[in-house]
């Protein structure tokens, strides 16, 4: 994608993201019960680390249609455009017959990584915890899911079943992604995470480990009062040849608000993973500012650390659109 492209991008982005009555989601339709949503996304800046010079790049430009349908669920479908290429993301139908019973089906994202399903706009750093290596993210399948209130507690399980890799004309067969999750919300936007995946009736496994072996995950959560913070470990419980792989993040922000709801955000994360003998470990810095919450977002932020035995740096600085 070209400086032109992306330049146009931005604009085009930012005329609608700042276009009256588009605070959060354009709506296409609203007829009765029946509501139809268009939502979008881009983000564009620049990138500096020790591997290569700074270079512009676009990483995100995302549209969603959300159709809802009151009472009963809804529809998703989001596309991606990366380095000039399409790509179907999510397409899932979300079924709630009761209040506290959801099942969902299509392409969407597996419940293992609570950092994981932090949706792509509310994202405080460039890049996800290293951990999401370790984890199963998107797969076609269906989760069923169960959450039940008790005053300001409420507790929640999910069960679900995934197609992740399976091409019998190759001789590929993952089988069954078998998902786990359990989860607690408290009082003061406390959320309490635990959860497993391991695959089933594999058989013709791939020589790819990382999503070849049970994991579990534990992690916990605080949103409340312009603060939040997040930390989380995942493990490879299988046996292995070598060390066990696992992945450790935390992280902590706070927002300032100022005058005209323009809001200052300081934030930290600490990221350590094995993988094979090497122990990686990652410390990130940034600051966000919240000109219109979500809507338009500008960062920095530095990287540094371990990788593979020698020392990384790396600093971004970019532009986050959305509506």
């Not at 509310?122 to 959450?147: C, I, M, Q, W």
């Not at 810095?285 to 593979?308: C, E, H, I, M, P």
């Not at 020698?310 to 509506?323: E, V």
Request: net charge negative.
């Amino acid at each position: 994608m070209t400086h032109r492209q992306v330049c146009r991008l931005a604009c085009g982005t930012l005329l609608v993201a700042l276009a009256p009555g588009s605070a959060r989601a354009y709506s296409l339709l609203e007829r009765d019960a029946l509501k139809l949503e268009l939502r979008g996304l881009g983000e564009a800046g620049v990138q500096a680390n020790t591997s290569q010079d700074s270079a512009g790049y676009v990483n995100v430009a995302r549209l969603m249609v959300v159709a809802k349908y009151s009472g009963m669920g809804r529809v998703m479908v989001q596309y991606e455009m990366k380095n000039g290429r399409p790509e179907l993301l999510d397409a899932q139908v979300e079924v709630t017959p009761f209040s506290s019973f959801m099942v969902t089906a299509g392409r969407f994202k597996t419940p293992v990584s609570l950092e994981f399903a932090i949706p792509a706009p509310k994202l405080r750093f460039h890049r996800r915890a290293a951990l999401k290596s370790l984890v199963p993210t998107r797969a076609n399948g269906l989760d069923v899911g169960y959450e039940h209130d008790l005053g300001d507690v409420s507790l929640g399980l999910q069960l679900g079943a995934f197609l992740t890799n399976t091409d019998l004309s190759s001789g590929i067969d993952d089988g069954v992604l078998a998902t786990a999750r359990a989860y607690a919300r408290l009082p003061y936007g406390v959320t309490l995470h635990v959860a497993g995946a391991d695959h089933l009736f594999s058989m013709a496994p791939t020589e790819d480990s990382m999503h070849q072996e049970a994991v579990i995950d534990v992690a916990a959560s605080w949103e409340h009062g312009g603060w939040g913070a997040l930390a989380e470990g995942v493990v490879v419980v299988d046996e292995t040849d070598g060390p066990r792989p696992y992945g450790l993040y935390a992280m902590a922000a706070h927002r300032f608000v100022l005058d005209m709801d323009i809001g200052l955000e300081p934030a930290v994360a600490y990221d350590q993973i094995r993988s094979g003998d090497n122990v990686n470990h990652f410390g990130t810095v940034a600051f966000n500012v919240y000109w219109l919450d979500y809507r338009l977002v500008t960062s920095v932020d530095y990287r540094g650390g371990r990788d593979d035995g020698a020392t990384s740096h790396a600093g971004f600085a970019r532009l986050q659109i959305g509506f």
